[in-house]
């Protein structure tokens, strides 16, 4: 199995999750960033995700799986404790040629979740094809270490750079070149040196105290399916 690795764009279209327990709940937290439409089929569901549908957030259907709730979808998620009503989320997704993942059953997954570090708009995802979970959040635990909040701050710079320079009539190769150099450790380096110089907090950007506020909560994905 070889896979194509992306990043999804899902504001606005529809995600349905089936089962709302320990498993499901993260999943989907993180279809929340990620501004989905958020359908949930349960018959119960976490104090959580209860208080996301109370709130609005969320579509919370209190009932069993019925093949017509994947109507529309862009994708669902079958987070269960059933083999028996996994496999039929995932005929139903097959037979309306959505995306599944079916949590636990790599052979029933059309998409794995990775194990993500994320620094405000950075995202690192690590996928091991559902062979081994347990690497993947061992790597993600040393990217985090190497890969300080203060990525997520420098990035927002870097992005108004390339902005500005798009909108200069320079030669494209000279516009290259300038941002790698941008981009380079040493200009990182240089930057994290600037701050400790002026006394201000290597953390000391909006989008730096996103990022770890967003860490804080939990909101990495912390497996890997």
Known sequence: MSLFPMFLKLEGRRAVVVGAGRIGEPKIKSLLVARADVLVVAPWVTPAVEGWAKAGVIQWEQREFVASDL???FLVIAATSSVVVNEQVYRAAQERKILCNAVDDPERCDFFYSSVVRRGPLQVAISTEGKSPALAQRLRRELESSIGPEYAGWLVELGAAREELFGQ?????????RLHRLA???AFEARQLAHWETGGAINSTPADKTARA????????????
């Open 214 to 225: 967003t860490f804080e909560d939990g909101y990495e994905i912390r497996h890997e399916n």
């Open 71 to 73: 109507d529309d979808a």
């Open 169 to 177: 009539a320079i030669d494209p190769e000279e516009r290259r070149l």
């Open 184 to 186: 380079s450790r040493s």
